[in-house]
């Protein structure tokens, strides 16, 4: 019924059953709010799973250079020397890894907030460790880098004790497209560029770029025996920064009285030459260099002993914990990134050498003060001024 200004009486609308109530709508801006609220979520789920261009680098295999390790599916001594008298060696000697993600196998962006919050992982984009292409892949460069380290460790050591070589530097890679393509060949010994003499790596790098782009190099080889001439104009390459390149890859050819082989698997780059070295000195010298500690390290080495900086530092920090040791070999280098990041129970010498790494190992080994190594806090102290 309506009442007679027409609206319906109250009366008339319909009473509730007994024990019933009413159902309050939502209002409109609630139920919008929830809708996009969920679709906010979605949105995050969808893309917390897609691929992120990034890598995680975490800590990798750790390998005892004074052990053994598996070649083809056979066990035998990372170190293997010949031709000298060798000795027994205790405790370890500890070269480390990093695993990351290759460009076929990206991590998701949740992946990578979560190795932002985990102290033993890093995120770096993957152009960083993979850059475009120059002609040959990234493993390709990584194994050279590796060749090339266990040559320079070789030297390093056996020059420390007493031993001379002749060296040569071999054409070990030609990359497609390049300078060199189709004029140098595998297994050609470079002897000259533009008249001046190449006996390592580092006077063949410094030859080249003093010729430049502008005009061909003049570069001497020697093949099957045989000398030859050849013109090759460099280009300037990819990397940063940017330096002529005649698109090869080289390795340095040591000729020593004794026969010293490093034997190692699918591990690549150039971070394990101080550890090598150690553990081919610890072989060859009748004491031990180690006492029977656990001492794991990590660092390039030239030929002359020159320690250099390495990446992943702080994953291999960790990787020297979960494998038991109780020393850390850093390179000076790297101490920037050591303060403030060394994991709980672990002791770190910084090193700018190999005579500095074995002057650690003598305090180490005979019980000495940890107090008188040199730590990476005094490495930065001094650069400080």
């Not at 420390?160 to 189709?182: C, F, K, N, R």
């Amino acid at each position: 019924m309506r009442s007679a200004d027409g609206e319906r009486d109250a009366s008339s609308r319909p009473s509730a059953s007994l024990g019933e109530r009413e159902e309050p709508r939502r209002p409109v801006a609630q139920i919008v709010g929830l809708a996009l609220l969920a679709v906010a979520a979605l949105s995050a789920v969808i893309v917390a799973s897609q691929e992120a261009p990034y890598a995680i680098e975490r800590p990798g295999p750790v390998f005892d250079v004074l052990g053994d390790t598996s070649v083809g599916g056979e066990q035998v001594p990372m170190i293997e020397i010949t031709g000298a008298e060798t000795h027994a060696t205790d405790g370890a000697l500890d070269m480390l890894t990093v695993n990351a993600n290759d460009p076929d196998h990206l991590p998701t962006w949740l992946q990578v907030v979560e190795a932002y919050l985990d102290p033993t992982r890093a995120v770096v984009p993957i152009a960083a460790l993979y850059p475009p292409s120059t002609g040959t892949t990234t493993e390709d460069l990584q194994a050279e880098e590796m060749t090339e380290s266990q040559q320079a460790a070789i030297a390093a050591a056996l020059t420390h004790l007493g031993y001379e070589s002749d060296t040569t530097i071999e054409v070990t890679g030609v990359m497609e497209g390049q300078p060199a393509d189709g004029v140098l060949e595998v297994g050609d010994v470079i002897v000259a560029v533009d008249g001046t003499a190449i006996d390592d790596v580092d006077a063949l790098r410094e030859a080249i770029a003093a010729n430049g782009t502008a005009h061909p190099a003049t570069v001497v080889v020697s093949r099957d025996g045989a000398r030859r001439e050849v013109e090759i104009t460099p280009r300037m390459s990819d990397a940063e920064p940017p330096a002529p390149v005649l698109g090869i890859l080289v390795g340095t050819d040591y000729h020593w009285p004794i026969d010293v082989r490093i034997q190692l698997e699918n591990v690549g780059g150039p971070s394990a030459g101080l550890m090598f070295a150690l553990g081919i000195i610890d072989k060859l010298d009748p004491e031990s260099l180690t006492g029977g500690q656990s001492v794991a390290g990590t660092g390039t080495i030239d030929a002359d002993g020159t320690v250099g900086a390495i990446g992943g530092i702080r994953q291999k920090l960790y990787g020297a914990v979960q494998a038991g040791a109780q020393w850390f070999l850093a390179p000076a280098a790297n101490c920037d990134e050591v303060v403030g990041h060394v994991p709980g129970g672990l002791r770190v010498a910084a090193v700018g050498t190999l005579d500095d790494a074995l002057a650690a190992l003598r305090v180490i080994a005979s019980g000495g003060d940890p107090a008188s190594l040199e730590s990476c806090e005094a490495v930065m102290a001094k650069a400080a001024g």
